[in-house]
């Protein structure tokens, strides 16, 4: 390789850690460079997996890097440790989005190398399921079938779903891994009745050797998906094959969901994941620090962990911010620097309501369930107490639009402006109403009374 090329890579490094800080890892130190040549700047990857994430997640930042730090108007090829740079006959275009297997199965889903085990930082509220999805990844079909893991928005589940596919994929390249969402399994479940193609759509999620199927939460209210899952269900686990689901909530709170499947998704091991503590929320700053390369001060993290307490996006989320901030100011991290991008007061001010806080006074006086909160029901008796407590969310913490969509659905921000227009409006015209909403936000401020 040229002193070119190699001045290339560098200035390409360079660009990527400065205009797209949220993809940077530390194993992209470990790519290795291997020249331009037809157009396109080569680079090799030190396993199949970082290949494929890096050609479905990071192809358009590192493009766009090549075309900066050159001039020219180049493409960027991942390749895996044993792939050769193809011949530009033709070939080059499709292997730049197809990735070759080199006779290993494809997966169903980008596994992230972020994911695996390693980097997973246990505490009090994780340790059983940490513990479980290790020991499904060991001995997939025999341990915990099927292994059911559920917790709040946020929190790691699909950390330890992808750490699974991850493990087996290194222990066992050949094996077929299916990992798809629930709301995927609806989607293709409705085409293949439209289209005539029950047949197929059966084998193709059947045929695998590992299922891991995300927010199967999503099968409440869906009679003709629930009634397909449930023979998919048990056609997988008369074979023998290992089933992973995860859920917001255990199996008996997913609303509507048939007692048969209730009955089998515990016939395994039912484990949650629960909100971080002080300390765990210490270490995954830290470990998700170093793992972005970034230098973190003991009492950064320290004020990070203490600003951000209901899930772990939060802390990456507030990474993120650390990592422009020192790129526009063009200097290190430290907690001055972190509290003025981060603010200086908590989001949720001490003795002040937490989301939890205000769903159980909410869900206690309508007589609902978190977990019907957080789902996609509409009904009057669901949508009220949800908008009620978006507007308690907005008005008594300082949680942003995104964050309170997040905790209450994965709802976006406009859902939340909207919530609290109802309320508000709801409030101007309705008296017994807004002497509910004044009741609640009194019990928030003195949850004693």
């Given amino acids: 390789m040229s002193d070119a090329d190699l001045r290339l890579w560098d200035r390409m490094q360079e660009l990527l850690r400065s205009e797209h800080p949220e993809i940077c890892r530390q194993w992209f130190e470990e790519i290795e460079p291997l020249g331009v040549s037809g157009g396109t700047c080569h680079l090799r990857t030190q396993s199949r997996i970082h290949r494929d994430y890096l050609r479905r997640q990071c192809a358009g930042p590192y493009a766009d890097a090549a075309r900066a730090a050159s001039g020219q108007l180049l493409s960027v090829m991942f390749l895996g440790p044993n792939e050769e740079i193809p011949p530009s006959d033709g070939v080059l275009a499709?292997?730049?989005?197809?990735?070759?297997?080199?006779?290993?199965?494809?997966?169903?889903?980008?596994?992230?190398?972020?994911?695996?085990?390693?980097?997973?930082v246990t505490g009090p509220g994780n340790r059983?399921?940490?513990?479980?999805?290790?020991?499904?990844?060991?001995?997939?079909?025999?341990?915990y079938n099927p292994l059911f893991i559920h917790g709040g928005f946020g929190l790691g589940k699909t950390h330890l779903l992808q750490a699974i596919g991850l493990r087996v994929r290194e222990i066992w390249p050949d094996v077929v891994i299916q990992y798809f969402s629930c709301e995927s399994f609806v989607t293709q479940f409705t085409e293949a009745i439209r289209a005539g193609q029950m047949s197929e759509f059966r084998h193709w999620f059947r045929d695998a050797d590992i299922h891991v199927i995300d927010d199967i939460h999503f099968l409440a209210d869906k009679e003709g998906s629930q009634e397909e899952f449930f023979h998919t269900f048990n056609a997988l686990y008369q074979d023998g094959k290992q089933i992973v689901l995860s859920s917001d909530g255990p199996p008996e709170n997913i609303p509507d969901l048939e007692e048969r499947l209730v009955s089998r998704f515990k016939w395994g091991l039912v484990t949650e994941i629960e909100p971080p503590d002080y300390e765990t929320r210490v270490a995954i700053v830290k470990s998700k620090a170093t793992m972005r390369g970034i230098e973190m001060p003991a009492d950064v993290a320290n004020f990070v962990a203490a600003r951000f307490e209901n899930s772990i996006r939060e802390l990456e989320g507030a990474l993120t911010k650390l990592q422009i901030h020192t790129q526009v100011k063009k200097?290190?991290?430290?907690?001055?620097?972190?509290?003025?991008?981060?603010?200086?007061?908590?989001?949720?001010?001490?003795?002040?309501?937490t989301f939890q806080v205000i769903a159980d006074a909410v869900t206690d006086f309508y007589s609902v369930r978190l977990i019907d909160l957080q789902s996609r029901k509409r009904q009057r008796s669901i949508a009220l107490p949800r908008q009620v407590c978006m507007y308690l969310a907005r008005r008594h913490t300082r949680h942003s639009l995104e964050e309170i969509g997040g905790f209450f659905g994965g709802r976006d921000h406009t859902t939340v402006m909207h919530a609290v227009k109802?309320?508000?409006?709801?409030?101007?015209?309705?008296?017994?109403?807004?002497?509910?909403v004044t009741n609640l936000e009194d019990q928030l401020a003195d949850p004693a009374a």
């Fill in 128 to 143: 059983y399921a940490h513990a479980a999805a290790q020991a499904v990844a060991e001995k997939p079909g025999d341990s």
């Fill in 422 to 436: 109802t309320v508000e409006a709801k409030c101007s015209s309705d008296n017994d109403f807004s002497l509910i």
């Fill in 94 to 120: 499709r292997s730049t989005t197809e990735a070759a297997t080199n006779g290993a199965v494809p997966d169903t889903v980008t596994l992230d190398p972020d994911n695996a085990f390693s980097s997973f």
């Fill in 331 to 353: 200097t290190r991290i430290d907690l001055a620097l972190a509290k003025e991008a981060l603010g200086e007061q908590p989001r949720i001010p001490t003795g002040g309501p």
